[in-house]
């Protein structure tokens, strides 16, 4: 193929004749026939090989090829997980196709479907969060579905949005701590929200940030909830105690966090209830964090069948597969978050280990909607110098 | 009446060439960005660009434009200054191992810039070896990660056209009593100055919308152009504020590209057809060599930093974050082994690659042939320019783009498997033009005219005066835009399905999830990225054909 360009091209443009200059002295003759065998041989190893996108697809589309009613496609964020045998079995149960469109975080697939409400990209989505769930259902992005909930799933469902959006699972965003680091410098360890502005914790916190994180906004709005309107006080206090502010969850936790992935500095960090179930020791018998839960607020996730979906009923089906007690009983070891269903067993270490709080901070939907770039605006300014 | 017949053919033939890839463009790049901007100055369905106007006024937007500028501009200014003795040093020096370290200096091109914030934090962060250079989120942090980003387009692009540069002039000058110094500033430098040009602008622009490591680097303090588009479009949806912010990256990109096109005004007849033999090494080449040195260490240092933290486990050396590459991480954090991931890297690699270069090739000889007319020169500059945009554009207005532009017949083409190869291929396209463009330009039309009057058929005539010229260049070209895809991930994210991630979309996702080992395993994957890149470069300049007589 490149090699029908390079010929073709080059020749069709040869311009009229002049006077020729003598070849430079010395200069010997290129070969351009090996050259042309060596490109020709590099593109056709590359397709014999197969590697080409092209190739691999074609299999799978002749598959996918049926109508709208043969496939349902889920849009969701690029956290989800599930295990294979359950998209198996989902797949063998509903006589479905399911096709995962994945990627970016909850606020970015919100926002994609809201721009996409016109012509969706799916037909069912998961992932919408509690801060994020108001401006969607305004747009009249969701078509109501009345799931049949499992027991304790009500309390997750929200005002004023009812069927739009059903509740999947939830977690709560909490400041964890490295338990051993305080023992052994003999430290109180923290509780509340104001200890974390307190000179005794200085340069100890490090926090994702609002505008770049959804566990970083959700942290913002606990002190909204918790301070009403001199939260930007707090905020100042806490930038005075060098808090360091980060870009995402991953470099928090993983990069900064002392009992994180890259072994950071920083003994106090923003992360998960649910975190604690992942730095157990290997006997199973404690665990190296905890968190706080006077500084939580929670999050749940939400599916919703898309508005003017081509396959709605694929969709209702995979919401009703979302709540079904394999998948709730998967949903702690895949995504890190707590089932809806409150009879669904959760693994040992997490019953152990993951402690919920009994009165987690909140903001209403609706507020969050009205103010999210108000309060970021304040909050930048605040943080930033 | 003949000879008009034969100009009218020849447009025929120039504008058949161009359609392919002003194609390719419009669909995939000026329909989705138009569409985006559109909705930012339609907002309920009525113009109304009284909204994005507003938007230009803020005081927080002059701010963030001029941060954008003057950083990329230092950055692109450091990246000259240390990529064009290391281009030197590595293209005409003779020095062991050398194509071994060119391979090596695209690495940081492909490693995603969550995994380099990893990196450079171990380093300069607070625990890090360098705390004590205090560059942890400062300006001159993110400007340092910029030029460890980019200093391998000067070097290649540069390396490339000193390569085969034709050394008589020089050596006339030399023999006529130029002193070293007056033969780089009076001969060498202007024969260079096209492809100097060309990298810089790329590299401009690279670090204009730079996204990653600004945040990173940066510890939020910092805001860009392209920052802020991505908060006002992912988690503001505020369309008209980002509309506003496109037109404005739009317009900085139009601007540095006519600025770039006057000064790469190119000298022709430079390029010479065969690749000069490398030099001794002298005691006067000692500044260039120390300056080579100190590029490779700000490029080598976060890259061992990232090797040693992939082969350690629990404190200790170990291979076990590498074994673990084939399993699904901690909690099968991942949907497929990183292994599986890989596959599709290389796969959706191979495709942008040949897309792109197919591109860059239809472009560069569109844009390189001698125009007859004022009229004509001005249509090939800005179709040269127009394949630039790629580079100059928010990456999350084109993935969003894509979602609302490409969604209905006879475009239906957001579900399509080929959408991430050639989103790929979009980015590196300019990276293919800006290689090919200063070689082909630099040779002299006469050798062809002259092909032609020995009686050489047009084939010929490619084959004898532009092949053996282009030939290298292409080499480098086809590493780049492998090296660029390999580790595109603004758009591949947007826009990867699930069941096929590339290798960046897995390393995100495993640094996202908690459990020591998908740290290691992400480090682990980054190596392989890293190494894999290094690998293919390798290969593909030993494809080289040997020139007789040379070496």
């Known amino acids: 193929m490149l090699r029908v360009r390079l010929s073709s091209t080059h020749g069709a443009a040869d311009p009229p004749n002049l006077i020729r200059l003598a070849p430079a002295k010395g200069v010997t003759m290129y070969h351009p026939a090996r050259a042309l065998a060596a490109l020709a041989s590099l593109a056709l190893t590359g397709s014999l090989l197969g590697c080409s996108t092209m190739g691999g697809d074609d299999d799978k589309s002749a598959d996918e090829s049926g109508s709208g009613s043969t496939t349902v496609k889920l849009v969701t964020h690029d956290s989800f997980a599930l295990p294979e045998d359950l998209q198996a079995k989902f797949e063998k149960d509903s006589g479905l196709q399911l096709e995962i469109l994945a990627s970016g975080d909850a606020g970015a697939v919100t926002n994609k479907l809201v721009l996409t409400k016109d012509s969706p990209i799916g037909d069912v989505a998961f992932g919408v969060d509690n801060t994020f769930a108001s401006r969607p259902v305004d747009e009249g992005v969701f078509e109501e579905y009345a799931a049949k909930l499992p027991a304790g799933a009500d309390q997750y469902v929200l005002e004023d949005i009812g069927d739009h959006l059903t509740p999947i699972d939830n977690a709560n965003v909490c400041v964890n701590i490295d338990t051993g680091y305080f023992e052994k410098l003999k430290l109180p360890e923290p509780e509340t929200l104001d200890d974390l502005a307190k000179p005794v914790y200085r340069g100890r916190f490090v926090v994702p940030g609002a505008a770049t994180s959804s566990p970083g906004m959700a942290f913002l709005l606990t002190t909204i909830a918790e301070y009403g309107d001199d939260w930007p006080a707090y905020w100042a206090k806490l930038m005075d105690n060098d808090t360091l502010l980060v870009d995402g969850w991953e470099s928090a936790y993983q990069g900064e966090f002392s009992q994180g992935g890259g072994k950071g500095k920083r003994p106090i960090v923003l992360s998960y209830d649910t975190s604690p179930a992942f730095t157990v020791d290997e006997a199973g018998t404690s665990s190296t964090t905890k968190a706080l839960l006077h500084t939580c607020f929670p999050q749940t996730e939400y599916a919703g069948v898309l508005a003017g979906a081509d396959n709605p009923e694929g969709a209702r089906a995979l919401i009703d597969f979302l709540l079904s007690p394999e998948v709730q009983a998967a949903l702690p070891d895949s995504m890190y978050v707590f089932p809806v269903d409150e009879n669904v067993e959760l693994p040992a270490t997490w019953a152990k280990f993951a402690v919920q709080p009994t009165d987690p901070h909140t903001v209403d939907p609706a507020e969050i909607a009205e103010n999210r770039e108000q309060w970021l605006t304040e909050w930048r300014d605040v943080t930033t110098r | 009446m003949a000879r008009r017949h034969h100009a009218l053919s020849r447009h025929l033939t120039l504008a058949a060439l161009a359609l392919l890839p002003v194609a390719v463009l419009s669909v995939f790049f000026v329909l989705p960005v138009s569409g985006m901007i559109a909705r930012g100055f339609w907002p309920e369905g009525s113009f109304d660009p009284g909204g994005v106007l507003d938007v230009l006024r803020r005081p927080r937007v002059h701010r963030v434009l001029w941060f954008t500028v003057w950083s990329s501009a230092s950055a692109t200014a450091l990246a ?192 010479a057809r065969v690749t000069a033999p490398a030099q001794r090494v002298r005691v006067r080449d000692l500044p260039a060599l120390s300056v080579a040195s100190f590029t490779l260490l700000l490029v080598g240092l976060p890259i061992g930093t990232l090797v040693a933290g992939s082969l350690t486990v629990d404190g200790s050396w170990s291979l076990d974050n590498f074994r673990k590459l084939t399993t699904k991480g901690d909690n099968d954090a991942l949907l497929v082994p990183v292994t599986d991931a890989l596959g599709t890297s290389l796969r959706t690699a191979f495709d942008a690659t040949w897309i792109s270069l197919t591109l860059g090739l239809l472009v560069a000889v569109v844009v390189t042939r001698r125009s007859r007319s004022r009229a004509e020169r001005r249509v090939r500059g800005l179709l040269d320019g127009f394949f630039m945009l790629p580079l100059g554009v928010s990456a999350v207005t084109l993935g969003f783009g894509f979602l609302i532009t490409l969604d209905r017949p006879p475009l239906e083409l957001r579900d399509s498997p080929m959408l991430v190869p050639i989103a790929q291929a979009l980015v590196a396209l300019p990276l293919v033009v800006r290689t090919i463009v200063p070689v082909l330009a630099g040779i002299d039309d006469r050798q062809r005219q002259a092909a032609a009057s020995l009686g050489a058929s047009p084939l010929r005539a490619v084959l004898t005066v532009d092949v053996p010229a282009v030939w290298k260049p292409l080499l480098a070209a086809s590493g780049f835009a492998f090296a660029a895809s390999l580790g595109e991930f603004g758009a591949t994210s947007f826009l990867v399905r699930e069941q096929e991630p590339t290798v960046p979309v897995v390393i995100f996702r495993l640094l996202g999830h908690p459990g020591a080992d998908n740290y290691g395993m992400a480090l682990a994957a980054s190596v392989v990225l890293a190494a894999t890149t290094a690998i293919v470069m390798l290969a593909v300049e030993r494809l080289r054909v040997p020139t007789i007589g040379a070496v």
Do not use: K
């Open chain 2, 80 to 271: 000259v200054l240390l990529g064009v003795p290391t281009a030197y040093v590595l293209h005409r020096l003779r020095i062991p191992g050398r194509s071994v370290v060119r391979a090596a200096l695209l690495v940081p091109f492909v490693l995603p810039t969550v995994v380099v914030g990893v990196a450079f934090r171990e380093l300069f962060g607070e625990s890090g070896p360098l705390a004590f250079l205090g560059l942890e989120g400062t300006a001159l942090g993110i400007i340092a990660a910029l030029v460890f980003f980019n200093v391998a387009v000067v070097v290649r692009a540069v390396g490339a056209a000193w390569e085969s540069l034709d050394r008589r002039p020089g050596e006339a000058a030399a023999a006529l009593g130029a002193s070293p110094w007056q033969v780089w500033w009076t001969v060498t430098l202007p024969a260079l100055r096209p492809a100097l040009v060309s990298a810089a602008s790329v590299v401009f622009l690279f670090c204009a919308t730079a996204f990653g490591v600004v945040l990173t680097m940066g510890g939020l303090r910092y805001a860009t152009v392209e920052t802020e588009i991505y908060l006002l479009t992912t988690q503001l949806l505020d369309l008209q504020a980002a509309a506003a912010l496109s037109v404005l990256q739009l317009v900085v990109v139009v601007g540095l590209l006519l600025v770039a096109a006057r000064t790469r005004a190119t000298p022709s007849g430079g390029t």
